[in-house]
């Protein structure tokens, strides 16, 4: 007996990878849709693309000038910066405005959607004014916000090259245009020589607002790609520096929160923020941040925050903070028999470059679905669909607080684990069927000549010799990976397997993805979409799906009378409050206000609820909210479907 176990014992790591193996064998081989089914899931959703209109004037490129260590591999640098954002910049009460970065110009353009109205402004390209600038520096994303609390939404620009610009609202603005904002330093200090900027070089790739410290104000967290440098200026040899792990890269850019402080309104607008360096443990502050989503998981109305990083494992906080004091604290996913290691929370080794938020099941607990590099034939990882696994919202809280994270990986027998070189995702209900979902952008640089084999050398290469980019295969122009990747459109079918629906809805376009934004443009109650594309024009989705079922859609604002101005303001959206539908049959949805969680797309800080069929009559929804001075509010309403515009204050009431 002693001798078999020993054998046994011996015998143990290969058995358990010949099960892994088998296991993932027959995921994939889980049986699909048929033809017919599949054509029944696309005829409930219909998109149809429309142009973005742009600013003229700006020369185009295709590729940036980078440092000079970068040359071999400037399409590889050159691979991000498509970003795109939906909300109401002109308060018409719509969320028919995008803000978006244009790669090819290197300019942030804020257009109205295309479609009904879309001549109320002409566009135009944001300006820094009398900010200082140079020419090694490039917008990354922009994030929709009242920075200033003065009820109109201002815009939050990260860049690489450069600390963040917010362009501040003017009231006495008579239209959308250049002029119609404030650029203020997120960051202020001396920062120019001669009028050029000569601050701190920050490449930032992740932002997310939310009010961390539950004192009623949003913050700020940024979260830096390339450590401070001159990834971007070809005048200069050295000062940057890769990834040293492919699996376990801890020396990326640091990541800093911004606590608002302050703010003043009027010709010229403030908003003032004090930068905590400290808040999260060096280790997990120097990720590569490609992405950043923050949302109250727990129910206390502190926001949770998921980084997704580059080269390594993605980090998720539980808040423990208090008014003044931002204080996060690491959570990661426990070992199970038969999960491998990089299916953990907190112990991944793959590329992170997405999150998202949305209840898939629900049960009433958000999940995640986290973007990957999933490519066959290239390096396959898998996407994370983390479905949550706590009993309660209750029980949730014990396992954070615990420093246990209980969301477990689903994306094998879903359906959703490979899809291409993921990027931003997004989870909505876009046919108010009353299921959720997925949205996704894939692919990296488009070209003639496949890299792929190159890239799986350096995959495999010795970690010593990553750092030094001289040790990186070329990836210039010209060069293809994954070049023909497209976006995917994962529909849950019946038997509750996900199906990329994207090459029936005509949504499968060739060219490399970025970032995603939705909302609902026209006020028809379906969510439209916009998308990012890298080195290629931004598209408009209009949705016209047939009719499948209702929806609630809330407009939330602070219980504050916005400034008086010539044009209408929307007002100051409650970031993080939280939304709980209870149909008559017993179903539950949530939902929050978003503050910019994602890639570089971001959704309109709008709630949307696909409810279904058969829904007709009040609703009864709990809304869970912070006031102004940092109190927590819960107040049961009854309400029709449809849209619905409410501040709130003290109690809840309608506009």
Known sequence: MTGTLGWLRRQLPGIVALVLVTSVFLIARLPSYSAAQTATMASKFSFKPLSVALPGGYAQHSIRQVNKDYTHIDAWISSVGAAIAMNDLDGDGL???????????????????????????????????????????????????????????????YMWGRT??????????????????????LVPGKNSTNGRYTGPQWN?????????????HDDIFIGNYFEDGPVLD?????????????????????????????????????????????????????????????????????PELYLANDFGPDRMFYNRSTPGHIKLSLVEGVRLPMVPKSKRIGHDSFKGMGVDFGDLNHDGIYDMFVS????????????????????????????????????QDKSGPAGTAWSGWGWDVKIEDFNNGGELSIAQATG????????????????TANDELLQNPFWWPNAQLGDDIGGNQTLHFFVKGPTGRYIDLAPELGLAVPVPTRGI?????????????????????????????????????????????PVAGTLPAAG????????????????KFIARVDGSSGHSGRRTTDVHIGLGPNVTGPLMVNLRWRDRTGQIHNQDLELAPGWHSLKLGQQAKEK
């Open 95 to 157: 969320s028919n405005d995008l803000c978006l970065v244009d790669t090819r110009t290197d300019q942030v353009v804020v257009t109205p959607t295309p479609g009904a109205r879309s001549g109320r402004y002409a566009p135009f390209a944001l300006s820094p004014g009398a900010l200082p600038v140079n020419d090694h520096m490039a917008p990354m994303g922009c994030v929709p916000g009242d920075y200033n609390e003065d009820g109109r939404l201002d815009l939050l620009v």
């Open 572 to 587: 100051s959206p409650v970031t993080g409050a939280q939304v709980c539908v209870m149909t008559h049959d017993g179903r």
């Open 372 to 407: 990957n590099i999933t490519t066959s034939w290239g390096i396959e990882e898998s996407n994370f669909q983390f479905v949550s696994t706590a009993k309660s919202q209750a029980d949730l809280r014990a396992n954070l607080r615990d420093g246990v994270a209980p969301w």
């Open 517 to 561: 934004a939705t909302g609902d443009a026209d006020g028809d109650g379906l969510l439209d979409f916009a998308v990012a594309r890298q080195w290629g024009e931004p598209i408009f989705y209009q949705n016209q799906s047939p009719p499948t079922g209702a929806f609630l859609g809330l407009r939330l604002t602070h219980d504050a009378t």
């Open 234 to 302: 070809p005048t200069v040899s050295g000062g940057v520096h890769m990834n040293h792990s492919m699996s376990d890269a801890q020396n990326g850019g640091e990541d800093y929160f911004f606590r608002w402080t302050g703010a003043t309104t009027g010709a010229q607008p403030t908003a003032t923020y004090e930068k905590l360096d400290n808040v999260l443990p060096k280790f997990a502050s120097k990720g590569w941040e490609l992405a950043a989503a923050s949302n109250d998981l727990d129910g206390d109305l502190l």
């Open 164 to 185: 963040p610009i917010i362009y501040l609202a003017k009231p006495g603005a008579a239209k959308l245009g250049a002029d119609a904002y404030q650029p203020t330093e």
């Open 444 to 459: 990296f640089i488009k070209g003639q000549t496949d890299r792929w084999p190159q890239l799986q050398e350096l995959a």
């Open 204 to 216: 930032t790739n992740a932002a997310t607002v939310a009010d961390f410290d539950g004192d009623g």
